[in-house]
Structure formats: structure tokens, C-alpha cells
């Protein structure tokens, strides 16, 4: 019998739309649409095994060869810098990279920048860029709430349609990194198991195709 291929899906509303792109390619897998709380899922007659995965986890997965193949967002890519190889932008998952503070605040140059964020990489190099002196404040989520509370003057995060900003008085001072969701490959599994990534990876870039 073939190898199935391991894919690590990123749990969540991203996950689920990726998932109906590879069922559109030919790799599907109804049973993984179900409400429960299972993680694994296969399918030998599409030759495909799915495993819901933390986003941020996919690269560890992928990387050590758990999966052959993951879907990642841009910025985890980034802050990681996982041994992969990246595919292709799969053109979903759209967001951006940016610089936010309270309405109205104003840098002051003279002083070191207080930055909270999940993505310390991402930061500190965007600051390198501009030789800001900056003091990295490392959360794990609701970032937002940071400046709010004044433990910090910015933060570097995520913005998707802007509202989480919104609802917390927050506005954008720069957005410096178009995010969307890429397909990776271990490097090894994409030698051992190139027939079926290839025929994924191309029917993939068809679907793309067809839409712009
Ligand atoms: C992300 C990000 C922002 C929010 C942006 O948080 O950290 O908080 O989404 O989306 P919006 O612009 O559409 O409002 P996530 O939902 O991942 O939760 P978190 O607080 O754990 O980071």
C-alpha cells in the first residue's frame, strides 16, 4: 500500500479552509468536518493522514518530520526560521504585520521603546532596521492589553480586519509585513514522497491560478 502523506493543519477557521482546498485536490478526508475532539485523521483511499496542530506548532511538526507536509502562516516562518522548504503562498490567511500604540501617542526618539509582543524576532529585527533602542516585553497573547495598561508604549502584533485594535483604542502606527499562509515540506519527505506533494502542490497552484 502507498505512504500515507502526513499533513499538519493548523487547528481553527484557517485550518478548515486549507482543509477544503486539499479536498478540492484530491486529498480528502470527510470524517475530519466532524464536531469532536480528535486530532488525527486519514484516509488511505485520498493516501492522506490530517493532524490538527497549535498554528504556531506546524513548523516544529514539519520540521522534525512528524508531517511531510504543514500549513504556516508568513509570520511564524519568520520568527522561527524552521528547515523547510516553503512551497507556496497558498493566498489565504491574509494579514499584516504591524506597529500599534494608543490613539494619539507620540515616540519619544530620546528614549528606549517599550514593545510587547508574541514575536520577539520579528521585532527586534524591524527595530534593528531603524537602530531604535528598543526593551522587548515577550507575551503570549492578548498583547493589545500592554499599552493599555501602560506596561508598555507599542505593541508588534497581527492586524486583521482591525478591530480588536478598534475595540481597545488602539490604532496602527505602521504596518511593515504582508502575512498570508504558506505550504511546507520536510526536507526529506519532499524527496521520499515527491510524486504526492508535487501532484498536491500543483493542483494547489491551479485552484490559485484560476482565481486571480
Ligand atoms: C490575533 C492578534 C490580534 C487579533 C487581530 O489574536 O494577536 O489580537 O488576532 O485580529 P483583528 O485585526 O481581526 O481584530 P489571536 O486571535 O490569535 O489571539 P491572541 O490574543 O491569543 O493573540
Not at 116 to 130: D, L, N, Q
Request: charged share 30%; with cysteine; net charge neutral.
Amino acid at each position: 500500500m502507498k505512504e500515507l502523506l502526513n499533513v499538519a493543519l493548523p487547528k481553527g477557521r484557517l485550518g478548515e479552509k486549507v482543509y477544503q482546498m486539499f479536498a478540492r485536490a484530491g486529498f480528502e478526508c470527510p470524517e475530519i468536518l466532524e464536531d469532536s475532539r480528535k486530532l488525527i485523521f486519514e484516509n488511505p483511499q485520498s493516501g492522506v493522514r490530517y493532524f490538527w496542530v497549535k498554528p504556531s506548532d506546524v513548523p516544529i511538526y514539519v520540521e522534525r518530520g512528524a508531517a511531510d507536509i504543514g500549513v504556516a502562516g508568513r509570520d511564524i516562518l519568520l520568527e522561527y526560521a524552521p528547515d523547510v522548504y516553503e512551497l507556496c503562498d497558498l493566498g489565504v490567511g491574509k494579514c499584516r504585520m504591524a506597529v500599534a500604540a494608543r490613539r494619539g501617542y507620540v515616540d519619544d526618539p530620546s528614549r528606549t521603546l517599550r514593545v510587547a509582543t508574541k514575536f520577539v524576532s520579528i521585532a527586534k529585527r524591524h527595530y534593528a532596521a531603524k537602530c531604535r533602542d528598543i526593551e522587548i516585553v515577550h507575551l503570549n497573547g492578548s498583547i493589545e492589553l500592554a499599552p493599555i495598561l501602560g506596561m508598555t508604549d507599542v505593541i508588534v502584533d497581527i492586524v486583521e480586519t482591525g478591530t480588536t485594535l478598534k475595540e481597545n483604542d488602539l490604532a496602527v502606527v505602521e504596518e511593515f509585513l504582508p502575512i498570508s499562509a504558506r505550504l511546507i515540506a520536510n526536507r526529506s519527505s519532499y524527496q521520499f514522497k515527491k510524486a504526492q506533494i508535487d501532484r498536491l502542490n500543483a493542483s494547489l497552484a491551479a485552484e490559485l491560478s484560476e482565481k486571480r
